[in-house]
T-cell receptor
């Protein structure tokens, strides 16, 4: 039973355009959501997060939106750069489950020059 | 400051053999986590140490997997005997505080150990 799902295995975007990565979850007990970026042969690195009490969090070119009623979150990257090409993982935490991140399958983002 | 380090980077072993993976967390990080990604699927939680104690081992697949963190520093994950389905990338992560909602405290991941069981 996969509680966090990223239904798009891959996304291809032109440099300078917006990249939108989507994530759905089923467990309403999740109260903190994170996005991680992963380059080949490296571990995931933290990108941005959002608490369930918010609906938007922005950090430079990265914005995460949370729609609790739809159990959906998205990561917007504007403008997209070739260096953003990586695998992006959505992850979620229940407040009481310290350190137990529940990840999605990942979306491969390719930004073309 | 050194990041989370994992050894080896790759390991190829035969079914039935034993393999031990090692993780050195960031110095001072009490919390250490093991995760596994199988065949390009989601990254799955295996277990969580707080210092030398197992806080949560609910993700360990079966008793062929044994994790230890003697002295609360580095950790090892032993697979004995290894099966074909154990193949995947094993990630270790550490954090100073638990990754929880009240604090924006991230878990830092190592580069992973790619285990191939043939």
């Amino acid at each position: 039973d996969q509680q966090v799902k990223q239904n798009s295995p891959s996304l291809s975007v032109q440099e300078g355009r917006i990249s939108i990565l989507n994530c759905d979850y089923t467990n309403s007990m999740f109260d903190y959501f994170l996005w991680y970026k992963k380059y080949p042969a490296e571990g995931p690195t933290f990108l941005i997060s959002i608490s369930s009490i918010k609906d938007k969090n922005e950090d430079g070119r990265f914005t995460v939106f949370l729609n609790k009623s739809a159990k959906h979150l998205s990561l917007h990257i504007v403008p997209s750069q070739p260096g953003d090409s990586a695998v992006y993982f959505c992850a979620a935490i229940r407040g009481t489950s310290y350190g137990k991140l529940t990840f999605g399958q990942g979306t491969i983002l390719t930004v073309h020059p | 400051e050194a990041g989370v380090t994992q050894f080896p980077s790759h390991s190829v072993i035969e079914k039935g053999q034993t393999v031990t993976l090692r993780c050195d967390p960031i110095s001072g990080h009490d919390n250490l986590y093991w995760y596994r990604r199988v065949m390009g699927k989601e990254i799955k939680f295996l277990l969580h140490f707080v210092k030398e104690s197992k806080q949560d081992e609910s993700g360990m697949p079966n008793n062929r997997f044994l994790a230890e963190r003697t002295g609360g520093t580095y950790s090892t994950l032993k697979v004995q005997p290894a099966e074909l389905e154990d193949s995947g990338v094993y990630f270790c992560a550490s954090s100073q505080d638990p990754v929880e909602t009240a604090f924006n405290t991230e878990a830092f991941f190592g580069q992973g150990t790619r285990l191939t069981v043939v």
